[in-house]
């Protein structure tokens, strides 16, 4: 079992940055590929970021390419991303996940354990 707390959200100005933190309890957080997912309202939850279980891959969505980083810290428990360069579209809830896998898959439904949210609203 897993558990994972984001934290980090807020109200930000278009063209600023945030950096969201997502702890996870167990000894066995390096045994996770992790991924950073949003859910913007009346829309689908959508993959953001991805980061396989020792940290040297990572994958983006298109939208956030360039602009957010993802990374982790497995001593720590910990994977982050780093949001610069926000876009009043980047408004949304949100979730760390963890995956039974080696590199962080794109959907949703092959994640095992969720976090509960932090919202990140942008401002124009």
């Known amino acids: 079992q897993v558990q994972l707390v984001e934290s980090g959200g807020g109200l930000v100005q278009a063209g600023g940055s945030l950096r969201l933190s997502c702890a996870a309890s167990g000894r066995t957080f390096s045994s996770y590929a992790m991924g950073w997912f949003r859910q913007a309202p009346g829309k689908e939850r959508e993959f953001a970021a991805g980061i396989s279980r020792n940290g040297d891959n990572t994958n983006y969505a298109t939208s956030v390419k360039g602009r957010f980083t993802i990374s982790r810290d497995n001593a720590k428990n910990t994977v982050y991303l780093q949001m610069n360069s926000l876009k009043p579209e980047d408004t949304a809830v949100y979730y760390c996940?963890?995956?039974?896998?080696?590199?962080?898959?794109?959907?949703?439904?092959?994640?095992?354990?969720w976090g509960q949210g932090t919202q990140v609203t942008v401002s124009s």
């Open positions: 996940a963890a995956a039974r896998f080696s590199i962080s898959p794109m959907h949703a439904t092959l994640y095992d354990y």
